[in-house]
């Protein structure tokens, strides 16, 4: 079973080949998260991603899209998580409309070289992120949940996806990633 985590840097994930254009040890690939040439057709089991999308434009990300899918086997699954530009709204409001609570979900700023940055080119709604799937030809499109398939005690995995307002307040809070599962 081949599962790929895209975009991945400092987090390892067990069971996962990993690419990115970072150093750490676990990485497999180092190298963009599209294209993925060195990826057969219809060979992968299963994509994860969490906040890279966003660093591409909407047109881009389309692209991206198409070519994540075509490495995925029929029944392969995209977990995909990206900033949830509604929620971020919410998180704005909340924050008496401080502009500076929303700014690094917003923009993004990634160093992908020494003062080489990247920034993310685009915002998510559910809205937006479902016609695109749907454009790209994904099936049985749903929400996932982050604190189910990772965990939620403090020693489990922990990434975007799992990003909350206020801060890991999972009783309290909520959610500021869109977690959108979709199939081949």
């Excluded at 995209?78 to 929620?87: G, H, K, N, T, W």
Aim: charged share 25%.
């Amino acid at each position: 079973m081949l599962k790929l985590h895209l975009g991945c840097g400092k987090r390892y994930l067990k069971g996962y080949k990993h690419i990115d254009y970072s150093s750490y040890d676990h990485i497999d690939h180092k190298q963009p998260i599209y294209p993925l040439p060195f990826i057969k057709d219809s060979s992968v089991d299963e994509i994860y991603c969490s906040h890279a999308l966003e660093y591409f434009d909407y047109n881009e990300g389309i692209k991206v899209l198409n070519e994540w899918k075509r490495c995925l086997s029929e029944g392969g699954i995209l977990r995909l998580s990206v900033p949830d530009f509604d929620q971020l709204i919410k998180v704005y409001e909340q924050n008496n409309n401080d502009i500076n609570s929303i700014i690094g979900p917003v923009f993004g700023r990634w160093e992908v070289e020494e003062n080489k940055f990247i920034f993310h080119r685009t915002v998510y709604t559910r809205q937006k992120l479902l016609q695109a799937l749907e454009k790209v030809g994904f099936k049985e499109i749903c929400d996932w949940d982050p604190l189910e398939f990772h965990g939620c005690e403090s020693n489990s995995f922990d990434d975007y996806s799992k990003a909350y307002f206020p801060h890991m307040d999972f009783a309290k809070g909520f959610p500021i990633s869109l977690n959108i599962l979709g199939k081949v």
